[in-house]
């Protein structure tokens, strides 16, 4: 109890005046932000060496810096991304997509389909005739063996 009483009296009120804390917080809080500002300058410095390299420093075109960036743009690849892409030939737009790819793809093999088979239509009235008359030149019948 008697420790309870000793930090109550250490205690120190806030600017605000809603939180209370210790002089241990409080010099808890200053480390931390002594060690926040020295990992700052820290990586600023590193940065300024990369730059300094050369080697490392190069970038992509496409790649933006981070204060640079608009919301209303797509970010670009980085150079990482664009190694690993490697060289890649332009692609049409239906290549690009999957399935509308295949769609095509079956349209065109009914299409052909069509030519070889002849469709089967179902009797609604009893059979009047050919509707678009009998053509002398085309043979569609099936060979017998």
Known sequence: MYKHLVEVQRREKKADGNQYETQDEKDALVYYQMMK????????????DDENDGASGV????????????EDEKRGITYQMSKNKGLTP????DNRNPRVKHRKKFRKA??????QIREVR???HR???????????????????
Do not use: F
């Not at 005739?129 to 085309?138: F, L, M, R, V």
């Open 127 to 145: 059979y009047s005739g050919e509707i678009s008359g009998i053509k002398a030149g085309i043979k569609r019948g099936i060979k017998l063996k």
């Open 37 to 48: 500002e020295g990992r700052r300058k820290g990586s600023e410095a590193d940065e300024n």
């Open 122 to 124: 179902t009797e609604m």
């Open 59 to 70: 970038r992509d075109a496409d790649v933006e810096e981070d204060g640079d960036e608009d």
């Open 90 to 93: 332009k692609r049409k737009k």
């Open 110 to 115: 009914k299409i052909r389909r069509k030519g």
